[in-house]
């Protein structure tokens, strides 16, 4: 996967460029908070495809180990 030109080029850490990056796409009267409880909220209203565990899903047994 290929990191944004921003960051490619930029003297500045990674993390300043993504805060940077979301604070030009996010209008000022929201804030990054906002975006990520209404993404949230997406999630949780999507219906549920598979009902199962996560350890089913991944293969583990009772103990923890991969089938």
């Known amino acids: 996967m290929s990191r944004p030109a921003l960051i490619n080029y930029s003297p500045v850490s990674s993390w300043y460029c993504v ?33 199962r565990q996560a350890d089913e899903i991944l293969g583990y047994d009772d103990t923890g180990l991969p089938r």
């Not at 940077?20 to 209203?45: N, S």
């Open 19 to 51: 805060d940077t990056d979301l604070h030009m796409y996010i209008p000022p009267e929201r804030t990054v908070v906002d975006e990520l409880e209404e993404i949230a909220e997406h999630c949780a209203g999507l219906p549920i495809l598979d009902s």
